[in-house]
T-cell receptor
C-alpha cells in the first residue's frame, strides 16, 4: 500500500512566524514530490515541487526532501493570515500520484 | 479563458442513475486525471489518461468509466451511482512534467 502521511493538525502559528509542515511516504520508487495549498471549498493549488534531495526555495516557501528517510517538508517563513489553508503533500511515481490527507494551518494575526 | 473547467459544479442524483462529469482543458496537456476527495481520505486517483484513447486505472476505479476521444476532454461516468460515490470530484491535467493543475471541482451528492 502506497501511503502518504501528514499530521492533520490543526497547526496554529502567529503571524510572522515560521510554519513547518511535514510529510512521510512509503513508496521508495517515488520520483517527484509536491505541496499543494487548498482553501476551504476550493481546488488544490500547486505551490512547490521538488525532485532531488535537499532544499528548494521559492519566495517565502522552502521545500525539503530526504529520500533516504522518505520525508518531505514545507517551511513557510513570515507566515501571513492569508496562508491559513490546508496543505496537501503529494508523491508521484509514474503518474500514480498519492496525496496525504492534509495539514490544516491557521496563522493568527 | 485558458485553463481547466469542470461541469456541472454541483449535482444531485439518485442511487442507480448514470451521471457524467465533464472536464475540459485548453492547455493541450497530454495527461488528464480524475480524483475524488473525501474527508479523512484526502485526494484519491480514480483514472488517468496519457493521451487521447489511452486511459488507465488509478487507486479507486470501481464504479467509474472514462473515455478520451479528444485531447481536451476527459469525461467521468458513474454508471450506476451509489451513496458511497458522494464526494467532491476534481479533474487535473499536466503537460507530462508531473506538475498537475486542478479544475474547480464538482460536488456530487447521491441520494
Amino acid at each position: 500500500q502506497k501511503e502518504v502521511e501528514q499530521n492533520s493538525g490543526p497547526l496554529s502559528v502567529p503571524e510572522g512566524a515560521i510554519a513547518s509542515l511535514n510529510c512521510t511516504y512509503s513508496d521508495r520508487g517515488s520520483q517527484s514530490f509536491f505541496w499543494y495549498r487548498q482553501y476551504s471549498g476550493k481546488s488544490p493549488e500547486l505551490i512547490m515541487f521538488i525532485y532531488s534531495n535537499g532544499d528548494k526555495e521559492d519566495g517565502r516557501f522552502t521545500a525539503q526532501l530526504n529520500k533516504a528517510s522518505q520525508y518531505v517538508s514545507l517551511l513557510i517563513r513570515d507566515s501571513q493570515p492569508s496562508d491559513s489553508a490546508t496543505y496537501l503533500c503529494a508523491v508521484n511515481n509514474n503518474n500514480d500520484m498519492r496525496f496525504g490527507a492534509g495539514t490544516r494551518l491557521t496563522v493568527k494575526p | 479563458d485558458a485553463g481547466i473547467t469542470q461541469s456541472p459544479r454541483y449535482k444531485i442524483t439518485e442511487t442507480g442513475r448514470q451521471v457524467t462529469l465533464m472536464c475540459h482543458q485548453t492547455w493541450s496537456h497530454s495527461y488528464m486525471f480524475w480524483y475524488r476527495q473525501d474527508l479523512g481520505h484526502g485526494l484519491r486517483l480514480i483514472y488517468y489518461s496519457a493521451a487521447a484513447d489511452i486511459t488507465d486505472k488509478g487507486e479507486v476505479p470501481d464504479g467509474y468509466v472514462v473515455s478520451r476521444s479528444k485531447t481536451e476532454n476527459f469525461p467521468l461516468t458513474l454508471e450506476s451511482a451509489t451513496r458511497s460515490q458522494t464526494s467532491v470530484y476534481f479533474c487535473a491535467s499536466t503537460a507530462g512534467n508531473d506538475e498537475q493543475y486542478f479544475g474547480p471541482g464538482t460536488r456530487l451528492t447521491v441520494t
